[in-house]
């Protein structure tokens, strides 16, 4: 018998990943950023539409390669922050997703996390080439540094890949060239 206890997922939850709002990229995206989880293998991309004027976010959508927590987060989240400015928007914590959701299991608030991390990402890239406004901190918060961190991470695990495709190739080829 199995000792997994399956995870229960509230309504929301359910609704929003068989549902989801807003999926999709926006091609004329005013910002957007990746975020991904070593830990699990799931990203999220986040694109922004904003209002230069007023700094308000006129459109959001999101692409994710997760599990079901990971696209009703993306989702619940391009919708609270549709109509709210970047200041606004960079203030949402993983809980008021969490909350939003009526509540997330344990093992999934880091799908939370994740989501943040992707907008904060999008709003950090958004002023990359504009002024920064004061209320952006000039360090990274945490939830920034937990995508950004195990996003390194997918990096060196793509250059492994790479490099183990790279090397079983090779070791083809020259059993090619023995038995020619
Ligand atoms: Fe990692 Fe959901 S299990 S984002």
């Known amino acids: 018998m199995s000792s997994r206890v399956p995870l229960t997922y509230g309504r929301k939850v359910i609704e929003l990943f068989r549902n989801p709002k807003n999926l ?59 109509g709210k400015t970047l200041q606004e928007a960079w203030g949402i914590s993983w809980r008021d997703i969490s909350n939003e959701l009526g509540g997330l299991p344990p093992v999934k608030y880091h799908c939370g996390v994740l989501a943040v991390g992707a907008l904060r990402r999008a709003i950090r890239a958004y002023y990359e080439k504009r002024p920064k406004p004061e209320w952006l901190p000039k360090e990274q918060t945490q939830e920034e540094k937990h995508a950004l961190e195990e996003e390194m991470l997918m990096e060196i695990l793509a250059n492994k890949m790479r490099s183990e495709r790279h090397q079983s190739s090779t070791a083809q080829a020259n059993d090619i060239e023995r038995n020619e």
């Open 24 to 82: 999709g990229k926006i091609e004329d995206a005013d910002a957007e950023a990746l975020a991904g989880s070593l830990a699990c293998g799931d990203m999220i991309a986040i694109y922004l539409k904003v209002d230069e004027g007023n700094g308000l976010i006129t459109d959001a959508k999101f692409e994710s390669y997760g599990c079901a927590a990971n696209i009703a987060a993306a989702s619940i989240l391009t919708e609270m922050i549709k």
